[in-house]
């Protein structure tokens, strides 16, 4: 006996297969193609009780014709290109600007390290309104939802670099973005071109393009401007972040991309619930442990949710640590655990990679720490950048996250540690 007739099923077959289609067709078009030049660094904020600030840029990846490459030695003639004075930054958190950093310094400490001017992003000024032209027929004039007709757009002033739109169809025109505060202009030092290497800059800083070259078929992120002193390390309008040490992560790239952020939104109560899954999960990749493990057994917990290919599947990152008895003569060794999660269909978090490390083997097992999610290639998607550290040195390592596994698409940047 059959539960459904012939044509029906064929049917609903159909059905189902055109909407896996659709869904799919969805998904590649929000990812786009990588792009072919593109730097990302971390920015490290110190504030002081007093509310100083300094800012250092740390120059992780480039990603220059499909392939990524070491920031901190790439093309250095000395000084790297991630790090040549008047390169411009966008500063992010978990995907959204902040604001923008312009080189204006760089020395070597162990590995390069360069010093900007801060400039912020602050809201869009509401303009005045002016009395719209009625139109010569009655054809309505379309606007977004909830929106008045926009102003006739002015140019931007120069030496400011414009923030990216908000995410959109890539058919529609990009609509106005909050605009960081302008700053004056002060001339770079000359550098002699170089016909083979290719210059960051960013679009919309306003400023002057080189002079074409014979072969300048390769990308460029456009330079911007400072007005700091060389010898000036202040980072200038500083969000509020607070005393300590804040760590962000920034992009600079030719293109103009549409951002957005890489949290994922929880619903009220579920984010406690999907924390006590993944302390047990933990918990779970030391199952040999005597006395037995709990999850007070875990110290200094982080636990982030991500939605990194906008496909509503949280990723989930925990890194912990489980200190060592320190009734023991011999010096008492402490584990680090981080692990790489996605939540399935029924809400539980499945481990797609995990790392367990002691402070005595680090030599073979870094210890992790992640910084943040990051848009590391121009394609629409999040990556998660960790910091590693092992015995004598620090360094990056990048990971793509897929359905059902983790890729590794970075890793170097070292710094010795002090």
Not at 20 to 26: C, D, E, Y
Not at 191 to 210: C, F, M, T, Y
Not at 239 to 250: D, E, I, K, Q, R
Not at 351 to 368: H, K, Q
Request: proline letters at 11%; aromatic letters at 6%.
């Amino acid at each position: 006996m059959n539960l459904y007739r012939r044509r029906s099923f064929q049917a609903s077959l159909l059905l189902s297969l055109a909407c896996l289609v659709a869904a799919g067709s969805l998904l590649l078009a929000q990812r786009r193609k990588a792009h072919k030049l593109r730097a990302t660094a971390l920015l490290e904020i110190n504030t002081d009780a007093a509310g100083n600030t300094k800012a250092q840029i740390i120059p992780i990846a480039i990603l220059d014709e499909g392939r990524f490459n070491d920031a901190s030695i790439y093309k250095a003639t000395p000084r790297p290109m991630a790090v040549q004075d008047g390169v411009v930054y966008e500063v992010q958190k978990t995907g959204v600007p902040m604001g923008y950093v312009t080189v204006s310094n760089a020395a070597k400490q162990g590995s390069w390290i360069a010093y900007g001017n801060w400039q912020a992003v602050r809201p869009a000024e509401t303009p005045t309104p002016t009395a719209t032209p009625t139109p010569a027929d009655d054809r309505p004039i379309l606007h977004r939802p909830g929106s008045a007709p926009e102003p006739t757009p002015s140019p931007a002033p120069q030496g400011s670099p414009q923030s990216a739109s908000p995410l959109s169809p890539a058919s529609a025109s990009p609509s106005p973005s909050p605009t960081p505060t302008p700053v004056s202009v002060s001339p770079q030092p000359t550098i002699a071109p170089d016909k083979d290497r290719p210059i960051l800059k960013r679009p919309g800083s306003g400023q002057p393009e080189p002079p074409p070259q014979p072969d300048s078929d390769r990308p460029v992120i456009r330079r911007g401007s400072g007005e700091q002193s060389k010898n000036s390390r202040k980072l200038q309008n500083t969000p509020n972040l607070g005393p300590g040490t804040h760590l962000l992560m920034a992009v600079s790239d030719d293109q103009i991309v549409d951002t957005r952020s890489f949290d994922f939104p929880w619903k009220p109560g579920e984010k406690a619930q999907v924390d006590s899954k993944m302390r047990k999960l933990a918990l779970a990749q030391l199952p040999k442990e005597k006395p037995a493990l709990t999850e007070s057994s875990l110290k200094n917990v982080a636990i982030r949710g991500f939605d990194l290919d906008l496909t509503n599947d949280a990723v989930l990152v925990l890194t912990a640590e489980i200190p060592g008895p320190s009734s023991t003569k011999a010096q008492p060794v402490t584990r680090y655990i981080a692990i790489i999660a996605r939540m399935d269909f029924d809400g539980n978090p499945q481990r797609l990679a995990a790392s367990i490390a002691d402070s005595s083997r680090l030599d073979v097992a870094p210890r992790l720490e992640l910084i943040d999610a990051a848009d590391v290639d121009g394609d629409g998607a999040g990556e998660l950048v960790f910091r590693q550290y092992d015995f004598d040195q620090k360094s990056f390592v990048i990971y793509s996250v897929g359905r059902s596994s983790v890729s590794k698409v970075f890793e170097g940047a070292g710094t010795p540690l002090k």
